[in-house]
């Protein structure tokens, strides 16, 4: 593995994802769950400064001192930061500040590269690399939620649809019941809340080839399942209530006909086309609807073989909870995972907006249950 190479085009991908936006894009948060590319672009700068260029150079002059303040996510162990609903109030440094910050902070991960060879080094390269991939995926997700919001629906890429690709294969696949290993074992790079291999007992199952369509969904919707309080956990049915939900994200009814905003402007909903952006709610009342039930990240782990995966992030029956023996590292890295194993879901999988080789079968992705604005699906087990 070419650790120069690799870095320069992980790099390269993020500030590519910004090319179409316009200056004002930069700036705006459209919501608390979303960040602006401006803080996308500085924060994944900040962490290699904050957690490799600080510590393996002596001497370093930091680009600006305010900038861990302003760009610190929520490690709590690197200081003070700022609420994560200001980031949009963040007008100054400006976008260009931002791009000669990314200049500045590459020219020395380059130097030191060079320079110094141990496994302890390139290993958090490839850390900061990873997590730079995970913000390409927010950061796309992010401009969407941006544009979504606008009133006149702007386009960001012509090419960018991201939500009209199909099923290749439908029906089930049978698991038998058994004793199964979980989690990554293997010799490349992983997450530390995919360590702690082990064994899981599971039932028979049958699990779907396809995830639900957009077709389905509007047929749920059509036999009033938003209305249907007995199809919702307490919670869902709250949250439908309380904000007036009546279909997917980014969906719109204009004229008695679905149409959604994607990142190549607003469209009639492709009706073949597998369903997004919707939340663990609303993938459990349509598994309740459907008289069947969504997978828990063991089946979906032991199933993945068998699965064409990767198209949409998959909504799991299972609480985002440590494996046996998880372990977190010392210091700020240890944040990186484990204190937020409570209140979230599972997802696994991928979705087309995550980056190149930034995908394996033991992936957990996590999020809240009423979040819905990543490329989200679902896959029904019976």
Same mark, same amino acid.
């Given at each position: 593995?070419?650790?120069?190479?690799?870095?320069?085009?992980?790099?390269?991908?993020?500030?590519?994802?910004?090319?179409?936006?316009?200056?004002?894009?930069? @700036?705006?948060?459209?919501?608390?769950?979303?960040?602006?590319?401006? !803080?996308?672009?500085?924060?994944? #700068?900040?962490?290699?400064?904050?957690?490799?260029?600080?510590?393996?150079?002596?001497?370093?002059?930091?680009?600006?001192?305010?900038?861990?303040?302003?760009?610190?996510?929520?490690?709590?162990?690197?200081?003070?930061?700022?609420?994560?609903?200001?980031?949009?109030?963040?007008?100054?440094?400006?976008?260009?500040? *931002?791009?000669?910050?990314? #200049?500045?902070?590459?020219? =020395?991960?380059?130097?030191?590269?060079?320079?110094?060879? $141990?496994?302890?080094?390139?290993?958090?390269? @490839?850390?900061?690399?990873? =997590?730079?991939?995970?913000?390409?995926?927010?950061?796309?997700?992010?401009?969407?939620?941006?544009?979504?919001?606008?009133?006149?629906?702007?386009?960001?890429?012509?090419?960018?649809?991201? &939500?009209?690709? $199909?099923?290749?294969?439908?029906?089930?696949?049978?698991?038998?019941?058994?004793?199964?290993?979980?989690?990554?074992?293997?010799?490349?790079?992983?997450?530390?809340?995919?360590?702690?291999?082990?064994?899981?007992?599971?039932?028979?199952?049958?699990?779907?080839?396809?995830?639900? #369509?957009?077709?389905?969904?509007?047929?749920?919707?059509?036999?009033?399942?938003?209305?249907?309080?007995?199809? !919702?956990?307490?919670?869902?049915?709250?949250?439908? /209530?309380?904000?007036?939900?009546?279909?997917?994200?980014? !969906?719109?009814?204009?004229?008695?006909?679905?149409?959604?905003?994607?990142?190549?402007?607003? /469209?009639? *909903?492709?009706?073949?086309?597998?369903? $997004? =952006?919707?939340?663990?709610?609303?993938?459990?009342?349509?598994?309740?609807?459907?008289?069947?039930?969504?997978? #828990?990240?063991?089946? !979906?782990?032991?199933?993945?073989?068998?699965?064409?995966?990767?198209?949409?992030?998959?909504?799991?029956? $299972?609480?985002?909870?440590?494996?046996?023996?998880?372990?977190?590292?010392?210091?700020?890295?240890?944040?990186?995972?484990?204190?937020?194993? +409570?209140?979230? +879901? &599972?997802?696994?999988?991928?979705? *087309?907006?995550?980056?190149?080789?930034?995908?394996?079968?033991?992936?957990?992705?996590?999020? =809240?249950?009423?979040?819905?604005? /990543?490329?989200?699906?679902?896959?029904? @087990?019976?």
């Amino acid at each position: 593995m070419n650790i120069l190479k690799l870095f320069n085009t992980v790099r390269a991908k993020t500030e590519s994802i910004c090319k179409p936006l316009k200056i004002e894009d930069y @700036v705006v948060q459209p919501s608390i769950f979303a960040s602006p590319a401006k !803080w996308h672009l500085a924060h994944t #700068t900040w962490f290699f400064e904050a957690f490799i260029l600080e510590k393996y150079i002596e001497d370093y002059s930091v680009y600006d001192k305010d900038f861990s303040f302003l760009f610190n996510s929520y490690y709590n162990n690197a200081g003070d930061r700022i609420f994560r609903a200001d980031r949009g109030n963040i007008t100054r440094p400006d976008v260009n500040e *931002v791009y000669l910050y990314r #200049t500045y902070v590459d020219e =020395h991960i380059k130097a030191l590269i060079k320079q110094n060879s $141990s496994q302890e080094l390139k290993d958090l390269i @490839v850390l900061g690399m990873n =997590h730079e991939q995970q913000h390409q995926e927010l950061l796309t997700t992010d401009i969407k939620c941006l544009l979504g919001n606008n009133p006149i629906f702007p386009v960001y890429k012509e090419e960018a649809n991201f &939500v009209d690709d $199909s099923n290749t294969e439908n029906g089930f696949v049978k698991i038998n019941e058994g004793v199964y290993e979980i989690g990554y074992n293997e010799d490349g790079f992983c997450y530390d809340n995919e360590l702690g291999k082990h064994k899981v007992y599971v039932n028979d199952f049958e699990i779907s080839k396809a995830l639900v #369509t957009n077709e389905e969904f509007i047929a749920f919707i059509e036999d009033e399942g938003y209305s249907n309080f007995n199809l !919702w956990l307490d919670e869902g049915w709250s949250w439908v /209530q309380e904000n007036n939900i009546k279909a997917p994200m980014y !969906w719109h009814n204009i004229n008695n006909k679905w149409h959604y905003f994607t990142l190549s402007g607003l /469209q009639k *909903v492709n009706p073949k086309a597998i369903l $997004s =952006h919707i939340n663990f709610y609303e993938a459990n009342a349509f598994a309740e609807w459907k008289q069947m039930r969504l997978t #828990t990240e063991f089946e !979906w782990e032991i199933a993945s073989e068998k699965l064409n995966w990767g198209k949409r992030w998959e909504w799991t029956y $299972s609480a985002y909870l440590p494996y046996p023996n998880f372990k977190k590292a010392e210091g700020a890295i240890g944040e990186y995972n484990g204190k937020f194993m +409570m209140n979230q +879901m &599972v997802l696994r999988g991928a979705s *087309v907006a995550t980056s190149k080789n930034h995908s394996r079968n033991t992936y957990r992705n996590f999020f =809240h249950a009423q979040e819905r604005w /990543q490329f989200t699906g679902i896959r029904l @087990v019976k």
